[in-house]
T-cell receptor, first 114, second 116 residues
Framework: DGGITQSPKYLFRKEGQNVTLSCEQN?????MYWYRQDPGQGLRLIYY???????QKGDIAEGYSVSREKKESFPLTVTSAQKNPTAFYLC?????????????FGQGTRLTVV | AQKVTQAQTEISVVEKEDVTLDCVYETRDTTYYLFWYKQPPSGELVFLIRRNSFDEQNEISGRYSWNFQKSTSSFNFTITASQVVDSAVYFCALSEARGGSEKLVFGKGTKLTVNP
C-alpha cells in the first residue's frame, strides 16, 4: 500500500543525546515536511523539502537537522541543542506542482526525554 | 502574516447532535487555499477538504459540510448527526497559492468528543 511510514512510534532520549526520526514515503511525492505537535499548540513546521538535496527551514528549525538524499526519505535529527524536544513529530509529503495539494501524513513519532 | 484561529479548544456532544467547528483565518493574499484535517487517536492527519479562495460555494460530503465566507474570513465545518467515530482533533489550515508544494499554517485544533 502507498503511504508514509514513520519509525519508531515511540522514542526515548536521554539529555544531551542526538536522535534521528525516520520518515519514508512510497507515494512518489517530491515534497516532504516535518511538523512538531505540542498539546494545545497545533502543528508547527520544522523543515520542508521540495526536491532531493534541497530543504528549507520552517518556523521552529533551531535544534533540528534534516537531509534529503533520496526522494523517498526525509530523516529528522533532534540534536542536543533542542532544549525542549519532548513532543509528537509528524512527517508529511505532497505533490510539488499545481495549486497547494493535500498533504499525506505518517502516524507520528512520540519523543520523550528521560 | 498568515494566521488560523480555532477558538474552540474542546467540544463535547452527544451522538446524533449536529456540531459546528469554527475556523477564522488571516492572510494578505487574494489567492489562498483552506484545508480541514482530522486527527483520530491513532495520530496521523487525514485530509478532509481543500477550498480555494475563489470558490465560496458551500460543500457537502455525506454528514460533513463546509461554509466558506470571505466576508468574515471564516471556513466553518459542520458535522450533522454526529457519531462516536467522529471523535478526533480537527485542524483548519491555510496555504498561499504560489504554486507547487507549500507549507501549511495550522490552527491549534479543536478536540471533538462524541459521547454515546
Amino acid at each position: 500500500d502507498g503511504g508514509i511510514t514513520q519509525s519508531p512510534k515511540y522514542l526515548f532520549r536521554k539529555e544531551g543525546q542526538n536522535v534521528t526520526l525516520s520518515c519514508e514515503q512510497n507515494l512518489n511525492h517530491d515534497a516532504m515536511y516535518w511538523y512538531r505537535q505540542d498539546p494545545g499548540q497545533g502543528l508547527r513546521l520544522i523543515y520542508y523539502s521540495q526536491i532531493v538535496n534541497d530543504f528549507q527551514k520552517g518556523d521552529i528549525a533551531e535544534g533540528y537537522s534534516v537531509s534529503r538524499e533520496k526522494k523517498e526519505s526525509f530523516p529528522l535529527t533532534v540534536t542536543s541543542a533542542q532544549k525542549n524536544p519532548t513532543a509528537f513529530y509528524l512527517c508529511a509529503s505532497s505533490m510539488n506542482r499545481g495549486p497547494p495539494p493535500e498533504a499525506f501524513f505518517g502516524q507520528g513519532t512520540r519523543l520523550t526525554v528521560v | 502574516a498568515q494566521k488560523v484561529t480555532q477558538a474552540q479548544t474542546e467540544i463535547s456532544v452527544v451522538e446524533k447532535e449536529d456540531v459546528t467547528l469554527d475556523c477564522v483565518y488571516e492572510t494578505r493574499d487574494t489567492t489562498y487555499y483552506l484545508f480541514w484535517y482530522k486527527q483520530p487517536p491513532s495520530g496521523e492527519l487525514v485530509f478532509l477538504i481543500r477550498r480555494n479562495s475563489f470558490d465560496e460555494q458551500n460543500e457537502i460530503s455525506g454528514r460533513y459540510s463546509w461554509n466558506f465566507q470571505k466576508s468574515t474570513s471564516s471556513f466553518n465545518f459542520t458535522i450533522t448527526a454526529s457519531q462516536v467515530v467522529d471523535s478526533a482533533v480537527y485542524f483548519c489550515a491555510l496555504s498561499e497559492a504560489r504554486g507547487g508544494s507549500e507549507k501549511l499554517v495550522f490552527g491549534k485544533g479543536t478536540k471533538l468528543t462524541v459521547n454515546p
